[in-house]
């Protein structure tokens, strides 16, 4: 084979593997305001990115409806929404994957009345929630090695819920809520099945308080502080 032809081929490898590599790194930055819209985003690969760390997905407006499936490992989903009446749903789907989720946060702290559902199946994925005034979050966490946070925190929290769902080895959960707490304000709801689980929930007055914990396995540590 001549010489020329050879260095050919191998430009066309690395052409072919550099396509390769970038097809598993897509990047979705939405800055969306207005009102009820719906916005689905589906990535599959590896290092995928819908927003991240450094520049979140902003989602303003009233009524709008927010979903996030990434299938894969290494990705990374960062989202903002400002407003009220909005429901967000991501789905992380492999391992190693890292999810931050923020209701009320920078540019504007204004976020009410917000469903978030963060679900992951696989291992070492993290997934924080961040929410305030009156917001429903709801976590699924399956597999092996997850960590879990929800901050749940407002000056008048209205019925607020949390629920959160881990099943595997060395799940770590967090819940923080601060009132004061409204009629039948905060409740808190756990179930864990696994080792090596810690489980850490605090709720702050004015005394509507709920917690529930189902914890199955060895090793777990489980702290509640609730109360005034």
Known sequence: MERSTKIAMVAMMLLLLSQTSSANQNSVYIDQ???????????????????DGTTSMIISGTGQN?????????????????????????????SNNTVTLNCGSVPTTSCT????????????????????????ISTTVIGNNNTATINSNTTHLLGARVNIYATGNSNTMSVNQSGPAGVAGFNAE?????????????QTGTTDSDVQ???GGSNNSITVNSGN
Do not use: F
């Not at 305001?33 to 927003?51: E, F, L, M, P, R």
């Not at 996030?68 to 492999?94: C, D, E, P």
């Not at 559902?117 to 696989?122: P, V």
């Open 213 to 215: 914990i189902n914890s």
């Open 113 to 136: 009345d917000t469903t978030i559902t963060a679900n992951a199946t696989g291992n070492s994925n993290t997934l924080t929630t961040t929410a305030t005034a009156k917001s429903t």
């Open 190 to 202: 756990m179930t864990v099945t696994g080792d090596s689980n810690t489980v850490g929930v605090t």
């Open 66 to 94: 927010i979903s996030i499936q990434q299938v894969g490992s290494n990705n990374i989903a960062a989202v903002n929404v400002q407003g009220s009446s909005t429901a967000l749903t991501t789905i992380a789907t492999g």
């Open 33 to 51: 305001v207005g009102s009820n819209s719906t916005i689905a985003v589906t990535q599959d690969g590896s290092g995928n990115k819908a927003g």
